[in-house]
């Protein structure tokens, strides 16, 4: 039987509570599939241990991570520490160590959820955010500190190929689906960095002539967003439009407590990492009420990263059912039940459809 080997950081705020219940849910998944197990290994990291050590993670940390199958992510941020350290000292470094350039998140409106856009039933569709570059470049700096002359930069880093790798997954994404491909820019304002990632991009398309190509600016394609969510199949961005654009397509789903994310390694040369678009939520840390669904949705981009389509199906089948059904609510899908509940409410739905299917 294959074991996969998952390397677990809960992080701060919410992130222990939601990927409790992910492991939870996915261990009853491995058991009643029973052609795989899991082997979970607990990293403390985040920022209680920055409060203890000064640091997010030891300094060996990715080298310790490395040999992993993937890695499950909660979330990270306390207001003990600045955003940016935590950021900059944990999550970041491995998404861009680990090459997860590829940030895939899908934004699928699940029946039963009442979004404030629950018109429409059929939104469907997956941003595909280049996760290493652009204005996430890390370069910068500052000069006289505090003073009247006080001056920062910081510099946008786009490359052919940083924009080429990311673009040629979100056109074969799209040749999988329905062959749309929207494109965020922003070209009239930011005059080099994006015709440039326009025209990589309008090159690279003559290779996928079967998939049709959209340009919209960002501001006007965040309207579009809200307007007519399901016109779209695959959206591609750069990196902070993508984080931008994700956070608004939870929203038109129902929330970042539906919303899930993987950052991947397409080569598979580093651990791919698994978590919801969602961040540490310190407005409800500690009272047992964050929505665990997104972390467990991410959980199945997880199973089918690593080869288990059989049980993703079954775990998404599972989510589907628990949301449609309506009976368990937590508090941002407008209930009173806890994070535990939903928890334990899906894992009942995955039990539910393994006795369904007679594995
Ligand atoms: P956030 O995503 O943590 O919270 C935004 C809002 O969404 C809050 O009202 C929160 O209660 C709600 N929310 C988020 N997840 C939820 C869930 N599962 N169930 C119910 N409600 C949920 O964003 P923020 O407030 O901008 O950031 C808080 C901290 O998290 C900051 O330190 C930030 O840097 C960090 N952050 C980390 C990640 C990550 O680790 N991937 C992502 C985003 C933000
Ligand atoms: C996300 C988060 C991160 C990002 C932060 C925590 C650096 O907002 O995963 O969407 O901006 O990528
Ligand atoms: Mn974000």
Redesign the pocket.
Known sequence: MKTHRIAVIP?D??GPE?IREGIKVLDEVAVLDGGFGWEWEHFSWGCDDYNKTGRMMPSDGLEQLRGFDAIY?G????KSVP?HV??WEL?LPIRRQFQQYINLRPVKKLPGVQGPLSRSDDIDFVVIRENTEGEYANIGGGLNEATSEELVVQTNIFTRRGIERAARYAFKLAQTRRKRLMVATKSNAMNYSMPFWDRVIRQLALDYPDVQVEFAHVDALAAYFVLRPHTFDVVLASNLFGDILTDLGAAVVG???VAPSANINPERNFPSMF??????????AGKGI???I?TIWTGVLMLESLGEQSAADKLMSAILSVMKSGTVL?P?LGGTDSTVDMGDAVRKAVRDIYDRSGV
């Open positions: 992080g705020g919410i939601v992510f979330a990270v941020g306390d955003d935590s950021v999550i929330g970042l407590g978590e919801p678009v969602h961040g540490s939520a310190p407005d409800i964050a929505n665990p997104a937590t941002d």
